[in-house]
Structures are given as structure tokens and as C-alpha cells.
């Protein structure tokens, strides 16, 4: 009886529960006779009340009701499935022809029509048809529910690999201070203060004691965004501290930039640039040397209240930087210091009107510490970027 059906349809049909909605004894056998072999399960129910209870109590997919029955018509009975079942397949059955059923069927998304008497071909063409819709409807949602379990393990895999990224970075930045008074000519308390916006940021720093008097601060900055400005600022960071490292008790400031721009210059992009501070503070002689290539103004106090800019002395490195300045300043007179990349001021503050570098300068000459800072810069942002 249904070696016409398609061999996929029929597999699926296999797998199917029916409920079979019908008062009449005689179409109930022959439903059974059309759907013993076809489906897995035929469950039979003699009225729309007894058919919708059926339905709610048992795992149903696919039903097939007659219009006109005692206790709840047809009709009825779909309304109440289709209070909480929108998508359930409904074939109808009716003897008349009434244009007003016809509507409001198709208005609850029955899928297809059958007039009786019965005629065992259009029975079957009915239910094959409708299990296409089915099946092609339960291939979309487990294609949909695949593709999302794909995209939560690949979320998940790519948060695991942004935490182990950042893990990466931390450990490429080197910080010999931490929060700590610092014992050399003079007592020094050095703080710090890092915040990416996203894991691979492109800024970066590096805090190292180069003697008990000398210190050497180093922040970078990636000019571009995204994975290449971050692999170049760790990059650079890391082959600074490696020849901190090597060469700590013959240091230069002037050998650490021609080695560093010698190693990086060949790794740069041809439109790509970054900003950096090289700072070396040396308290025995009460000097800093700094070269500063594209950074923002460093902010020094002095003690009288006065706030010192620092500018930079050198343009972005690229690939074709050849010649960097190194200048130098008396400290003597100084008492605090300000060393950050340009996030900290693009940042745009409350009053929308503003960006932080307008508020830097008042804000660091009123702080004795970092974190009295930082609560002062983090209260005027309506968003935070990087320190």
C-alpha cells in the first residue's frame, strides 16, 4: 500500500506517532489498515475532547481529525492545540464543503484538507506531503540547533584562547616594582595602572630596575587595531625585556633603542606604525633621559606646583625609521610623574562635550596616588578605554 512513497519520507514516517481523531468505528479500521505498517505508533482518539487530551498526554507528530464530532468538533479541538502548538502538522477531514471551515482552518495553519468518503490514495498523498514539510522542517531546527551548539563550543573555545592570551601578555610585561616604596637615592613610591579594553590591545608597558638608581619605564602603543598591532606590541615588549635582561649591567638607553628598532623595523607592516616612551630615570644624578616616539605628553610636578609637559621628540616607528632623539631633564625639582599612552585621554567624559586630556593635568596635580587618579579619571567617563 505504500511502495509509492519515497524511501526517505517512508523511513521518517516510520518514526512517527499519529493520532487519529474519529467518532465512525468503520473509518477508525480503516485508518488502521492505511497506517498499521506506515507509522510507528497510531493512537486513536473518538472526539475532540478525548483527541486533545491524547494529544497533551502523549509525544504526538502528526494528527489527523474530523470536522464534525460530538463533545468538540474539529475545529475546536485544533483551536485549543493551537493555543501552545503552533508548528504540529493537522490534516482535516470533513464531509462538507463549507467555505467558513475552510477559512478558519487555514487561519490555524491546518496543513492539509481531505473530503470524505475517504479515498485511501488521497490519505496517503496527504500524509506524505505533510511529512515532507516535517521532515524538512526537523532537518532546519536540527541544523539550527547543531550550527548553535557549534557556535557556544566555538565561543567558549575562543574565550579559553582569549584568556590564555591574555595570561600570554601578562606574562610578557615585566614589572621589577609592582606597589611598592622603592629604596635608592630617593624614596620613591611607583604604581600602576593597566586596563585593556579588549584582550589583544596593542598597548603595553614594562617597569625594570636597572640599577638600585636607575629605572627604565617602557610603554607601547600599536597605532592600528586588531591581532597584527598586538602581536607587534608583545613582540617588541618582550625582545625589550630580553635585552634589559642581557645586557642590565652594561646599559644604554641609546643600545636598547638601536637593538630594539633592529629587531622590530624588519617584523613591521609597510603602513604600519607604533608609539612608544623609552623613560630612564636615574635618581643618584637626578636626571631622566626619555625618547619618545609619538606618545602623548608625559605630565611632571614640580615642587612648586607646577605641571611640566614632556612632548614627544620623535615621530611614530614604521620600517623606515633610521634616527631617534634622546633628550634630557634635570629632576631635581620634580616630585611626580605621568607616564601613560593615549587611551587615558581619548576617553570621552560625562558632559559629552569633552575628552579627558582636558582634565588630566587638574586631576594629577590634585592625586598623591594612582588610585586617587583612577577614581578621578573613572568618574568623569561615560566609558572606560586603556590606561
Known sequence: MNSHIDDSVLHYLNSLTLLCVEDNKTTQLLYESIFNELVEDVIFADNGEDGYQKYKNEKIDLIIVDYDMPVLNGIDMIKKIRDNDKEIPIILVSAIQDIDVIVLALQLNVSNFLKKPIIVSEVMKAVENVSKLLFAGNYLKEQREKK???????????????DLAFSKELNILRNDFYYQMHKNSSATLIDFFYKPLDVLSGDAYSAREITEDIQLFFI?????????????????????NHIVDKIKHDFTLTNLIESALDYIK????????????????????????????????????????????????????????????????????????????????ENSTRNRQTLYADYIKDDFLSSFTKDELREKFCGRLIHKKMI
Open 220 to 240: 607601547i602603543d600599536g597605532m592600528s587595531k586588531g591581532l597584527s598591532a598586538s602581536l607587534s606590541s608583545m613582540l617588541f615588549t618582550a625582545y625589550i
Open 148 to 162: 548553535i551548539r557549534e557556535l557556544e563550543r566555538k565561543e567558549e573555545y575562543n574565550s579559553y584562547q582569549e
Open 266 to 345: 624588519p617584523i613591521l607592516l609597510e603602513d604600519e606604525a607604533i608609539s612608544a616612551d623609552f623613560i630612564v630615570i636615574d635618581y643618584k644624578s637626578t636626571t631622566m633621559h626619555y625618547c619618545k616616539f609619538a606618545m602623548p605628553s608625559s605630565l611632571l610636578e614640580s615642587t612648586s606646583k607646577e605641571i611640566i609637559y614632556i612632548k614627544s621628540n620623535n615621530p611614530p616607528i614604521s620600517k623606515y625609521t633610521k634616527t631617534f632623539e634622546i633628550s634630557k631633564m634635570d629632576i631635581e625639582q620634580i616630585t611626580k610623574f605621568l607616564f601613560y599612552s593615549d587611551g587615558i585621554v
